[in-house]
């Protein structure tokens, strides 16, 4: 079985096929604890991560990541880990725009199988 067809297990429950995971937390502690082994799990497997932050958080963020077992040096060498700040997506040209955050967004997310990467 490839590495990429493997069960996904994610708070307690194996994700289908499709594995998009939305969830609601009422703390940032509580989304580290339950984000983190998902994330870190689905690198170790050889997929590609895309996250977006706030860029007062970036550094907190990348650091949790660290405290997670993720090399993120590594991962981000070998462009496994991107980690993209609000500035960079939601508000690059200044304001919200949906169509331009699901373009960029898609377009993210597809660069990933050109990189090599399953996922």
């Given at each position: 079985m490839a590495a990429s067809?493997?069960?996904?297990?994610?708070?307690?429950?194996m994700l289908g096929a499709h594995r998009h995971v939305c969830a609601f937390?009422?703390?940032?502690?509580?989304?580290?604890?339950t984000l983190l082994p998902f994330v870190?799990?689905?690198?170790?497997?050889?997929?590609?991560?895309?996250?977006v932050c706030h860029?007062?958080?970036?550094?907190?963020?990348?650091e949790q990541l660290r405290n997670a077992d993720v090399d993120v040096t590594e991962?981000?060498?070998k462009r496994q880990l991107e980690v993209a700040t609000v500035?960079?997506?939601y508000l690059r040209d200044g304001c919200f725009?949906?169509?331009?955050?699901?373009t960029l967004t898609?377009?993210?997310?597809k660069s990933g199988a050109g990189l090599g990467f399953p996922r």
């Open positions: 067809d493997r069960p996904i297990f994610f708070a307690g429950s937390f009422s703390s940032a502690k509580e989304e580290y604890e870190r799990d689905g690198l170790k497997r050889g997929e590609r991560a895309y996250h860029s007062n958080d970036r550094d907190e963020h990348l991962a981000q060498r500035e960079e997506t725009d949906k169509e331009e955050m699901l898609q377009q993210r997310l």
